[in-house]
């Protein structure tokens, strides 16, 4: 997570916008390589091993945040115990993955971005027009194409991966790159996404963890610290741990690191 890598995701977001936005057919041409015109349909769509490819990639990336949901929840309902994890990691792992994969993605673009999927559009046998990645007035009214959120979801893991010891984390971030790619070309393979759905989806994921991470970690005026994460939990969790002792006749005083 350093400016190296701030300056690649930069340079390819203003690229990629560029030239999409100029050319937008050019997601029309990416999108017809997986589109067989003799049967009007995306074949891979149909593939049970693609589709389980597809389920285990997301059950890859929910795997990799389990220890961060495991070790909030059971701080949660025993603050008295130590977290199971470092507090930062906790903190990192899952406002990463909030925002890149739920709050920016599904309740943000896709909820308010009108852009059609490849599967819906004229070109591809379907009844809406297509529109270019900036345009936010296609047809689509729920759950539409740009951006992806299962791209949004496989690219988070450049999160866990920034966690890795220094010696392994080139090989995190490369094994990170891999995963989000196959991903994507699944979903754009399947007729889900355009290519800048998915690309804007790496790009916006990459941004949100690596302001994160240069918050919580590298710079000394916000960056946090374990024991003051575990402290604030303590804080928030302690009432209602005091209150269910209560329930259960055994009485509970405040919390020590109050």
């Not at 009007?40 to 597809?54: G, H, I, T, V, Y």
């Not at 993605?105 to 999927?117: E, I, Q, Y």
């Not at 302001?211 to 003051?228: K, V």
């Amino acid at each position: 997570m350093n400016r190296t890598g701030l300056f690649i995701a930069l340079s390819l977001a203003v690229v990629i916008g560029i030239v999409f936005g100029l050319y937008p057919e050019l997601d029309l041409k990416l999108a017809a390589l997986f589109y067989d015109p003799q049967s009007r349909a995306f074949p891979l769509k149909q593939d049970s091993l693609a589709a389980f490819a597809r389920n285990a990639a997301m059950w890859i990336a929910w795997g990799l945040a389990m220890p961060a949901i495991a070790a909030l929840v059971i701080k949660l309902v025993r603050p008295d115990r130590p977290l199971l994890m470092s507090g930062r990691a906790v903190v990192f792992l899952l406002l990463t993955l909030t925002l890149s994969a739920g709050v920016l993605t599904n309740f943000t673009f896709k909820a308010f971005w009108g852009r059609p999927r490849p599967v819906v559009v004229s070109e591809f046998n379907g009844e809406l027009p297509f529109v270019a990645w900036w345009d936010p007035r296609g047809g689509c009214g729920h759950n539409c194409s740009f951006f992806s959120g299962e791209g949004a979801t496989a690219f988070w893991t450049y999160a866990p991966a920034a966690l890795v010891p220094p010696a392994w984390r080139p090989l995190a971030y490369a094994a990170a790159t891999a995963f989000g790619l196959t991903t994507s070309v699944l979903r754009m393979a399947f007729g889900g996404h355009f290519f800048t759905d998915v690309a804007a989806a790496g790009l916006v994921s990459f941004l949100v963890i690596w302001l994160a991470h240069g918050y919580i970690y590298r710079w000394p005026r916000t960056r946090l610290s374990d024991e003051g994460v575990d402290a604030a939990l303590t804080r928030f969790a302690w009432p209602g741990y005091r209150f269910r002792r209560r329930l259960l006749g055994r009485e509970t005083g405040p919390a020590s690191s109050a």
